[in-house]
């Protein structure tokens, strides 16, 4: 990859990662739908050192008017890392990277909401990084689908996102920072797991077919573990800790 | 009637099976999918999912308290929040003989007046077209407004309007719910007043609880007491 040259050690001769984890380990995942009271929806997540703010507006007017459409409902993401993100401070305007992963998690959302059923109006989401340590598109992408379903935006499923990778020649699951910086590979997935579809699939890095296949595979399998996580958030909210 | 209630969230398979998918479900293939976050109802040929949170969609016939936002020589535009505005034309006020040149639409409706309305036509292609024409419609002159979450509506009315009656009665306030989540709560009394506000509160904050009547008896009740 572009990035530094290894000069960690990223995985040990017990096969463990540089921050103790197994190879299909994901770092310590928390989400709590709900927090912002003026937002219609939000949701709050906490991916390993990640932290990540997702407000959702919305099905509202749309302004400017002209970029409304008359057959259906338009979506529009705005990913945002705060200055104090990152180590060195990040200049607050909109970067190159963060207009990308905007669009990313755009078209990664659209599959799942429904926005044929509110034309002429659009659903805002809101992302704010708070605090980033590799992987904040995936963290993000997760946050952004519970919060839009807390807003009550009808949605055909959630979609659940995490990174696999390679590293060391051998495919993790979850890069984190380190890993992304000196690793081999680095493959976000988004996906949604009862219509069994994938939304997102990136990859930086080269793999051989067979890694290429064993990634998706892993990262799925992540998903999976995410969209848990994702259910126990929503219930808690709404149920109560009684839903199934 | 409704069996198998289940709490669902988007994704979510209701049942499989010959049913039709009513409010915020979607067929996929032979499964029958939730589209929101709710309580899944099962009928002897549909299924519907009750939702918990959303924005208010608007559906004809329904009644509404809106908002003058604006109007034009020939219009009023009401807020009745939802993502659509409500869309009053003057003919429903001063009648067929309106003439855009002898009346003036500001002497009957302000910009920020409330009107109890009913929603008279909606379709996707345009906004929704409201209507006060009815008994028990038109402008609001006294109350305070309150708002309350729309998918709580059905159950600050109750079965049958049990819950609404219940509060009317022992506060003597007159209310008006619109489905649209805005209610407007008129008493003489001023403890009245704040005792039906309270209850509203009750009912909008704990929708979910099963004793709910139960509960919001007791505290008028008591209330009434001290």
Known sequence: MGGREATMVLMDENGKRCDGRTVDEPRRIMIKAGGLKNADGSSYIEFGDNKILVGVFGPRDVHPKHMSDTDTGILRVRYHMEPFSVGERKNPAPSRREIEISKVIKEALEPAVMLEKFPRTAVDVFIEVLQADGGTRCAALTAASVALADAGIPMRDMVAAIAAGKVADTVILDVNNEEDQAGQADMPIGYMPNLEKITLLQLDGVLTPEEYKKCVQVGVDGCKLVYELQKKALNDKYFGNKGD | ?226
Not at chain 2, 120 to 147: C, H, Q, W, Y
Not at chain 2, 153 to 182: H, Y
Not at chain 2, 205 to 214: R, S, W
């Open chain 2, 1 to 226: 009637m409704a069996d198998k209630r289940k709490y669902v969230i988007p994704g979510d398979v209701v049942t499989t099976g010959p049913f039709r998918p009513e409010q915020n479900t979607v067929l996929d293939g032979n499964k029958i999918v939730s589209t929101t976050i709710g309580i899944s109802e099962i009928y002897d040929d549909s299924v519907r999912v009750i939702p918990l949170t959303g924005k208010y969609i608007p559906k004809i016939n329904d009644l509404v308290i809106g908002k003058v936002n604006s109007h034009t020589s020939l219009s009023w535009e009401l807020d009745i929040n939802s993502c659509y505005v409500g869309f009053l034309p003057a003919q429903d006020v001063f009648g067929r003989d309106f003439s855009a040149h002898a009346d003036e639409l500001a002497t009957k409706l302000r910009t920020g007046d409330l009107v109890a309305a009913r929603i008279a036509n909606f379709d996707r292609t345009r906004d929704p077209l409201v209507s006060i024409s009815d008994r028990d419609l038109g402008k609001i002159d006294s109350g305070v407004l309150m708002e309350i979450s729309p998918s709580k509506v059905p159950r600050l009315i109750g079965k049958k309007g049990s819950m609404i009656q219940m509060i009317e009665e022992a506060t003597d306030a007159a209310i008006t719910i619109g489905q649209n989540g805005w209610v407007v709560v008129s008493c003489e009394s001023p403890e009245g007043l704040l005792k039906a506000k309270k209850a509203i509160q009750m009912v909008n904050e704990q929708a979910h609880v099963a004793n709910l009547t139960d509960q919001v008896k007791e505290m008028l009740d008591k209330k009434g007491e001290s």
